[in-house]
RNA sequence: GUGGGUAUAGCGUAGUUGGUUAACGCGUCAGAUUGUGGUUCUGAAGACCGUCGGUUCGAGUCCGACUAUCCACC
């Protein structure tokens, strides 16, 4: 149950009712691909980075350990100790970007497995039993990611297919959540608009999604490669059609800027992996702009990584401290920097929603949309 | 003390019968990262080749002395 609560321009302040409690939105979804947050980041430490939902993803947790086993254990919630909402991705994506010698059929998808070449195939029946017996809050649709550049006649087609994915993926969830061994009975379903970088393609297939009447809609098939303004300008031309009651979700985006850009253009849900792999690279996000730890002029720096943040790691540990952990490849280190950077996230998207109650969103987008973006110490 | 070996970037090494701007790994520095294949990718800086002299049109390379260092022996 989803309700908007306020609107600045087209900027929307949100709240989404899941039977694993209420998503306060615009949000970030923290991303713990095999049910882990890399940086050995636990769901204890989630809470206290303030994070509202998890996401996970059906592809990985299919190879390992298997979704029978996490069915088994009784589902992802209590398998990874998390009780608020998680979003589970529909295994589409990684079949576009990590699989090997994947061939598209109407059925689905015959690919070979990243880790042992094993053949394998998921349809949108198979993406959806797999992510019934996860149990996630928010199940995604099984759709087809295409490649930016992609030819217009190639787009059409697979728009086409992915309606058809959607159709039967919806059915089958229906089905499923209708059993009475399921874990999440009520597990809601959200479609996933396509198109590349054809505003009429994406129209187009937004209007036959939205028939369908579905729990959220997400806008997929960006941040693969297009620059930042073909992606403000997809998701302005799409926005208008998609439904005002439903959550809108921009799938792997973004950088904080490309967050309050989007929550601008009318987008509720996000989720990347740029905090957290950026953060086991060093590289961490502050109110002042963008930080890269090891750095040499952070060797005797005693400062926080960022003194405006009061996350566990800003509050104990000096960047001298944590670049020494980088530059000794101790796994400390990552673990801080993950942590800053999700704390960072979340407490972005907390800013955004106080200043869409407030009604300044569009203050708060002119003071941080380019400094966030920033690399900080530029030009000393 | 005697005999032998080795001296090339911060460290470890390559460098052909002498022939243009001396190569590589690690480290250092910087940049990248967008629905995650967990030690990732890209780029840059850094060496008057131990010192002094000799041979040669030309020496990191050949010769001598010195210095440092390693090994063996007394």
């Known amino acids: 149950m989803f309700t908007l609560l306020k609107t600045e321009n087209t900027a929307r302040r949100g709240r989404f009712e899941t039977v694993h409690g209420v998503i306060e939105t615009p949000v970030f979804m923290n991303v713990g691909t095999s ?5 050995a ?5 989630l809470i206290e980075l303030k994070c509202q939902v998890e996401l996970c993803n059906t592809y990985h947790l299919h190879i390992r350990p298997g979704d029978k086993v996490i069915y088994e254990m009784g589902g992802l919630h209590r398998f990874m100790n998390w009780s608020r ?3 589970t991705d529909s295994g589409g994506f990684q079949v576009f970007s990590l699989a090997k010698l994947r061939k598209i059929k109407e059925e689905g998808v015959y690919f070979r497995s990243h880790l042992d ?3 394998l195939f998921i349809g949108p029946e198979e993406s959806m039993r797999i992510q019934s017996h996860l149990g996630s809050t928010i199940a995604m649709a099984f759709d087809e990611c295409v490649e930016n550049p992609a030819p217009k006649s190639y787009s059409k087609e697979s728009c086409d297919r992915t309606v058809r994915w959607l159709r039967r993926s919806k059915a089958e969830l229906a089905r499923l ?9 009520r597990q809601l379903l959200f ?9 009429d393609l994406r129209i187009e297939h937004m209007k036959q999604i939205r028939e369908l009447d579905l729990d959220g809609y ?4 960006l941040a693969v490669g297009e620059p930042t303004e073909e992606m403000y300008r997809i998701i302005e031309a799409v926005e208008p059609y998609m439904p005002k009651d439903k959550p809108r979700y921009l799938m792997g985006v973004g950088t904080p800027s490309n967050i309050i850009e989007a929550v601008a253009r009318g987008v509720d849900f996000f989720d990347c992996v740029m905090p957290s792999r950026n953060a086991r690279h060093a590289t961490v996000f502050t109110w002042s702009g963008i930080m890269h730890l090891t750095n040499q002029r952070y060797v005797l720096d005693e400062r926080p990584i960022d003194p405006e943040c009061d996350c566990p790691t800003c509050r104990s540990f000096t960047r001298s401290y944590i670049r020494h952990l980088f530059k000794a490849d101790e796994q400390l ?3 801080l920097a993950v942590m800053h950077n999700l704390y960072f996230y979340n407490t972005l998207m907390e800013r955004i929603r106080n200043a869409l109650d407030e009604g300044r969103f569009y203050e708060f987008r002119a003071k941080y949309s380019e400094l966030l973006a920033s690399r900080i110490d530029a030009g000393r």
């Open 35 to 39: 049910a882990a947050i890399k940086g």
């Open 41 to 45: 980041v636990s769901s204890l430490d």
């Open 85 to 87: 909402p998680i979003l």
């Open 117 to 119: 070449g094993k053949k």
């Open 177 to 185: 959540n209708s059993r009475e061994d399921t874990v999440n009975p």
């Open 191 to 199: 479609g996933i608009n396509q198109g590349c970088t054809f505003e």
């Open 218 to 221: 997400a806008i997929g098939g």
């Open 333 to 335: 280190g990552g673990r």
